[in-house]
């Protein structure tokens, strides 16, 4: 009976201490490596312009950025004004150059003589 | 389709609340009765009628969120892990920073071991990169690249000719729907030096340096300026295989019969240079046998389309194995590369009604010939029958030659040479 009890025990030492040296090996074979990502930048937050309390009597520019399709788009959305919203004045322009390019004189107009912008961009 | 693009434009321009409507795609190409219905229809995203939350989003009073001002940091931490290899490499492939196929983990020791290959401090800045214009640049410093370096395989002897690509900024995972494809171009005493294949075989997955130069590029445009991400920083319709390592190689300047190309750009012959090209795809006509090889090429490249954006223009690669090119040479007379793009630049002509019906001039070059651009804005007088250039200069035709002599073969693709960088300078 004793000698049974010695074996058992022996073989829960040897039981436990593989366990032990099992757990350490998956400990060991954690690596840690370098961050491949690069610098993201801050961004600096741009409020948005205060809206409208009503659309009516208002002029809206419907601007295209000339992207395939815009253009028609915008024309049937300003003949859906003329039927639908007859109070609201609309102006349809093309942005001038490819899509890519700026186009601050039209910006400039559109604060001088708009009170809001709808853009569209076609593709 | 474009909802990602759009709202994650909008945040990294400081406006994450930004009020859109969509409409179904495509717009292009539909008639002005399919564009009322879209305008009399829902929006495809938010299921609300288009036009009422146009009306909506210029009407309803500003939320506390979109009237706040300030800065949105994002960080990132030096250290990924612990964790072991395989949940690292499946960690990196879930964050999109590879490209679909393991990579060599960039331990720190194995980073160290690819700074040990350059002067420069691993805090050093290499340059800025972007996805594409819309998009915001992120900068990027020489242990990044080294990183990145190590995760495509590359070994620390190409380290230099890897920071001369990023020094650029150019990205090889170009942002646009028509699946951009980049290439670069290998000149000068490095690339014996590290091995790089000129010859046989040298376009295809046969060298070790060709093969993780060109692969850590397109890791870098994924991880150091946030390229990649399908639906936001990567919109290719159809994807780009030549993305997989940008068709990198040497010119074979040892069966060269002509100046290899970087000092064809200014540098001398004992400099090591990248040069590289932006273009759609590679492909080859074996023509009419009863034809040489510049008619065989002019053939091509009179198919290719043309435009002018204003920041780049249609352009023209010709890849001719020496065999091409000494026969263009001693047999056909072109003495010079320079020569032959003049040759191809005036055999290449097409009518002024093909040029404005071409896809790309309609959206690119027409809105600069109505800004009273030259030459487009003089063009549009022209009657329909004129001959026009279809590339805007001969300089925008250029030749490399490459391969191993196993055929008089060649070919061509649409790709416009962009720029070169010093590979010494990064030594």
Same mark, same amino acid.
């Given at each position: 009976?004793?000698?049974?009890?010695?074996?058992?025990?022996?073989?829960?030492?040897?039981?436990?201490?593989?366990?032990?040296?099992?757990?350490?090996?998956?400990?060991?074979?954690?690596?840690?490596?370098?961050?491949?990502?690069?610098?993201?930048?801050?961004?600096?937050?741009?409020?948005?312009?205060?809206?409208?309390?009503?659309?009516?009597?208002?002029?809206?520019?419907?601007?295209?950025?000339?992207?395939?399709?815009?253009?028609?788009?915008?024309?049937?959305?300003?003949?859906?004004?003329?039927?639908?919203?007859?109070?609201?004045?609309?102006?349809?322009?093309?942005?001038?150059?490819?899509?890519?390019?700026?186009?601050?004189?039209?910006?400039?107009?559109?604060?001088?003589?708009?009170?809001?912008?709808?853009?569209?961009?076609?593709? | 389709?474009?909802?990602?693009?759009?709202?994650?434009?909008?945040?990294?321009?400081?406006?994450?609340?930004?009020?859109?409507?969509?409409?179904?795609?495509?717009?292009?190409?539909?008639?002005?009765?399919?564009?009322?219905?879209?305008?009399?229809?829902?929006?495809?995203?938010?299921?609300?009628?288009?036009?009422?939350?146009?009306?909506?989003?210029?009407?309803?009073?500003?939320?506390?969120?979109?009237?706040?001002?300030?800065?949105?940091?994002?960080?990132?931490?030096?250290?990924?892990?612990?964790?072991?290899?395989?949940?690292?490499?499946?960690?990196?492939?879930?964050?999109?920073?590879?490209?679909?196929?393991?990579?060599?983990?960039?331990?720190?020791?194995?980073?160290?071991?690819?700074?040990?290959?350059?002067?420069?401090?691993?805090?050093?800045?290499?340059?800025?990169?972007?996805?594409?214009?819309?998009?915001?640049?992120?900068?990027?410093?020489?242990?990044?690249?080294?990183?990145?370096?190590?995760?495509?395989?590359?070994?620390?002897?190409?380290?230099?000719?890897?920071?001369?690509?990023?020094?650029? %900024?150019?990205?090889?995972?170009? !942002? +646009?729907? &028509? =699946?951009? /494809?980049?290439?670069? #171009?290998?000149?000068? $005493?490095?690339?014996?030096?590290?091995?790089?294949?000129?010859?046989?075989?040298?376009?295809?997955?046969?060298?070790?340096?060709?093969?993780?130069?060109?692969?850590?590029?397109?890791?870098?445009?994924?991880?150091?300026?946030?390229?990649?991400?399908?639906?936001?920083?990567?919109?290719?319709?159809?994807?780009?295989?030549?993305?997989?390592?940008?068709?990198?190689?040497?010119?074979?300047?040892?069966?060269?019969?002509?100046?290899?190309?970087?000092?064809?750009?200014?540098?001398?012959?004992?400099?090591?240079?990248?040069?590289?090209?932006?273009?759609?795809?590679?492909?080859?006509?074996?023509?009419?046998?009863?034809?040489?090889?510049?008619?065989?090429?002019?053939?091509?490249? %009179?198919?290719?389309?043309?435009? !002018? +954006?204003? &920041? =780049?223009? /249609?352009?023209?690669? #010709?890849?001719?194995? $020496?065999?091409?090119?000494?026969?263009?040479?001693?047999?056909?007379?072109?003495?010079?590369?320079?020569?032959?793009?003049?040759?191809?630049?005036?055999?290449?002509?097409?009518?002024?009604?093909?040029?404005?019906?071409?896809?790309?001039?309609?959206?690119?070059?027409?809105?600069?010939?109505?800004?009273?651009?030259?030459?487009?804005?003089?063009?549009?007088?022209?009657?329909?029958?004129?001959?026009?250039?279809?590339?805007?200069?001969?300089?925008?035709?250029?030749?490399?030659?490459?391969?191993?002599?196993?055929?008089?073969?060649?070919?061509?693709?649409?790709?416009?040479?962009?720029?070169?960088?010093?590979?010494?300078?990064?030594?």
């Amino acid at each position: 009976m004793r000698k049974r009890m010695s074996w058992l025990l022996m073989w829960m030492f040897l039981l436990a201490s593989l366990l032990f040296v099992g757990a350490l090996q998956a400990e060991e074979a954690k690596i840690t490596v370098l961050n491949p990502r690069g610098q993201t930048p801050s961004i600096p937050l741009v409020p948005m312009a205060p809206r409208l309390d009503t659309l009516n009597d208002k002029t809206i520019y419907l601007v295209d950025v000339r992207f395939e399709g815009g253009k028609s788009f915008l024309l049937e959305m300003k003949d859906w004004f003329a039927k639908n919203m007859p109070k609201v004045k609309t102006v349809f322009r093309e942005k001038a150059g490819p899509y890519m390019d700026d186009d601050p004189k039209l910006w400039a107009e559109i604060k001088e003589k708009g009170d809001a912008m709808i853009m569209a961009i076609g593709h | 389709m474009f909802e990602d693009l759009v709202k994650t434009t909008a945040y990294k321009k400081g406006m994450p609340h930004q009020r859109f409507t969509f409409v179904p795609h495509p717009v292009w190409g539909k008639p002005a009765s399919v564009h009322r219905e879209y305008i009399e229809g829902k929006d495809p995203i938010t299921g609300k009628p288009v036009m009422q939350e146009i009306i909506e989003a210029l009407t309803k009073p500003l939320t506390d969120e979109e009237k706040k001002t300030g800065f949105l940091e994002r960080t990132e931490p030096r250290i990924v892990g612990p964790d072991t290899p395989e949940n690292l490499q499946q960690l990196f492939l879930k964050n999109g920073w590879t490209d679909g196929l393991p990579i060599v983990l960039p331990t720190e020791k194995k980073v160290a071991e690819m700074l040990k290959k350059t002067s420069h401090r691993p805090d050093k800045l290499v340059g800025k990169m972007r996805p594409s214009p819309p998009h915001e640049a992120w900068e990027y410093t020489v242990e990044k690249v080294a990183i990145n370096a190590v995760m495509a395989g590359a070994k620390p002897e190409y380290f230099p000719v890897i920071l001369a690509i990023a020094s650029t %900024g150019i990205t090889s995972l170009f !942002s +646009s729907t &028509t =699946s951009f /494809a980049r290439m670069v #171009v290998v000149n000068g $005493p490095i690339c014996d030096q590290i091995g790089m294949n000129s010859g046989m075989g040298a376009m295809g997955p046969f060298n070790h340096a060709n093969a993780t130069i060109g692969r850590a590029w397109t890791l870098i445009s994924r991880n150091l300026s946030g390229g990649g991400t399908l639906g936001e920083t990567y919109l290719g319709s159809q994807g780009n295989n030549l993305s997989y390592n940008n068709v990198c190689f040497a010119e074979n300047e040892a069966r060269n019969p002509w100046k290899p190309f970087h000092i064809q750009k200014g540098f001398k012959p004992e400099q090591s240079v990248v040069s590289i090209f932006t273009g759609w795809g590679i492909t080859h006509s074996f023509g009419s046998a009863k034809k040489e090889f510049h008619q065989q090429i002019s053939s091509l490249l %009179g198919s290719f389309c043309p435009y !002018s +954006s204003g &920041t =780049s223009v /249609a352009g023209a690669l #010709v890849l001719v194995d $020496p065999l091409v090119a000494k026969d263009l040479k001693e047999v056909e007379g072109f003495d010079t590369k320079e020569k032959l793009s003049e040759w191809l630049y005036k055999n290449t002509l097409m009518t002024v009604e093909d040029y404005w019906n071409s896809g790309l001039v309609s959206t690119f070059t027409l809105p600069q010939a109505q800004l009273g651009v030259e030459p487009f804005a003089s063009w549009l007088k022209l009657p329909k029958d004129a001959l026009i250039p279809r590339f805007l200069s001969p300089k925008e035709i250029n030749i490399i030659v490459v391969g191993g002599e196993t055929n008089a073969f060649w070919q061509a693709g649409d790709f416009r040479y962009i720029g070169s960088a010093s590979v010494d300078a990064w030594k």
